[in-house]
């Protein structure tokens, strides 16, 4: 019985619980950032995102990027500061980048991308997209545009007031369920070309390569677990099979007054006790045999 509980668990390691509750991922909170012309004279997009304290963990969430993002940063919020978690991708999910997350705390989990500003002449606009993804049940988005930005407007319409350096507007849209979208498009004007942080300041991101720290290839992951999970039930099969064979090619103890010894037909002259083919005195009287 054990061996065979040994082999089950085996089993299990290749598939574990948590892959089956992938499909049942809500999202506690989204916070969107939109800092446009922060560092680069493009959109700086922020995601900062976190699941119930009462969901299992490990899980994965698909973060979706738009086709020409360029995502520079995957983070999780640690008590030092953000520091780089494991992710997968992106690879391509219905016309999206999809950038999966593995969630293996309870944390904030931070994600960036760069995207174009449209621009005509010195009028700028953006438009932002969530696809639904996941329900969410606090989804927020704030914008920041540079402060000597001029006829700022949005759609839906947020009231944009002065935090320096920046022209700050936010919005909490509550509960969203899978599949319900959200979108704002931004508009203003502006007619200077420097980044509210310069570049001597703040050095741009890095897009993300091959070799980004804590990126894994999805592609190689179920062959990964597959060849673990097939070792881990060679290895139990192998126990099994040296603990059968152990007990098969084990020697009983034998009987050896019955078994590697015989009657003879010599008898002890003064009890009458037949005697074995080895013994000199007999074993109920103790007198010594006449062999001759």
Known sequence: MRKWLILVLAVLLVFPRAARAQNNITLETVTVRLWPEYDQPSMLVIYDFTVPDNMPLPVTVSIPVPPDGN????????????????FAGPTEKNGWQAVDIFVKEH???????YQTVVR?????????KWPGTYPVNNFRVEIQVPEDSTSVRSNPMLPFVLSKPFLSGNVA???LEAGETYELNLHYVRTSEDTVMPSTQVTASEPITQN???RVTLERLPYILGSVGLLLILGAGYYFWQTQSAEISKPRKRNRNREETELTSIHCHECG???YD???FCRVCGT???TG
Request: charged share 30%; net charge positive.
């Open 273 to 275: 006790t037949r005697a």
């Open 71 to 86: 995502i520079t940063a995957v983070a999780y919020q640690a008590d030092n500061g953000l520091m780089n978690t494991e």
């Open 120 to 128: 005509t002449e010195s009028k700028r606009s953006f438009k932002y």
């Open 288 to 290: 010594k045999l006449r």
């Open 212 to 214: 980004t720290a804590g």
């Open 278 to 280: 080895d013994d000199r």
């Open 173 to 175: 849209i509550g509960n």
């Open 107 to 113: 944390t904030t989990y931070h994600l960036e991308y």
